[in-house]
């Protein structure tokens, strides 16, 4: 309560703005997400840069938030929209394809082994279309995801797992269909259990992040990817990669990293240095008996692709973004600063001697409040607290720190310095004395 009040006092213009858009934003917000920052209103900023933002009142936060990964690449590099302007004279979208969309398709089959590209305007997209793409080329009418997971607001992943059941999460409003028809649902890291569901050969793919990053980051087992790979093959049902998030372990994800083989894999989010794209690739199996069924009667749109898919703008800024944002050096020094930021955080935990966990996967760096990593999506749920998580953030937030509101997840991006990193530190020791 104490922080709350100190953030209503700090914040008198974005209190006006919250309050003028009760009339016509619904809920104040014009993304229902947005009123999940621990504050009792939202910010409105003003401006972003690399990774500072400011909000109307004139506070600068250091932003290890980073639009949630959108902005992964630092808010609007300047190797990327200095050139990207010139685009803007040159014609945004035709639904015709430009040289871009050939050239970005080349540079991510390079760096994560898929021959085939096809580009949406958000992940969640690419994820519903490598869903559907799934279904109709295995004939199968069920996808399989893991307690905990988030994929994007795609109805048959929107699932919880509850006693045993799959469910439409909590909040999900007005689910079309029962989840029961559509998704099962099982634990990460249990082979049992994922081999238990595969068996019955009605499942068209396992949708899946290489590491859990929903639920604050929960890595795999030691053999777990390598067995989800063995099984999805011994069951006829494909694996399909989302490194919307995981992108961070490096240029080619945990696809490469890790040397996997999906046989679909999406991206989005930071893909565009925040100019909206989801892209997904496939192999040259199910790309080809993609290709078979868009030659029948499905040639009409084949329930997948969009007006503004694959637009010039987009497809521009994810070139200039690969070319010269997403580079190897960049993903070296974001994981350096990851390192930086974890061990920080350490031993502020440890001079306290709290029960709290640090995970990190490249660049991407969070907390739980339990005392070992968790194992899967249910353990890590545990690992949140309602009054902790919301406290550590709104403190940071009224001492110039943003963290993802979710939970307590710090990302790096190439503008982030170790200066900036320190700072955090300083104040997550100041809020842990604090409380
Ligand atoms: N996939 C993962 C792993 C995500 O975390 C998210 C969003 O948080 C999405 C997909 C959906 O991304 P978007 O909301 O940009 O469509």
Redesign the pocket.
Known sequence: RREQEVFARRNPRSQALAQRAQSHLPGGVPMPWMTRYAGPFPLFLSWAQGARVQDVDGHTYLDFALG???AMTGHSPGAVVTELQARLLQGLTAMLPTEDALWVAEELSQRFGLPFWQFTL????A?RAALRIARAVTGRPKVLVFHGC???TVDEAFVALEGGIPRSRKGNLGPPVDPLLTTKVVEWNDPQALEGALAEKDVAAVLT?PVL??VGIVHPAPGFLEMLRSLTRKYGTLLVL?E??TLCAGPGGCTARFHLEPDLL?L??ALGSGVPI?AYGLSREVAEAYAELLRGPHADTAGVGGTLAANAFSLRAARLTLERVLTEESFARMEALGERFQAGVEAVIRQAGLPWHVTRLGGRVEYLFRPEAAENGTQALEGQDPLLDPFIHLFLLNRGVLLTPFHNMALMSPATTEAMVDRHTELFAEAVASL
């Open positions: 949630d990964t959108g958000s992940a969640t997209d994820n988030y994929h994007g992040e990053t929903n989302d919307t998030h999406t989005g989010k989801g």
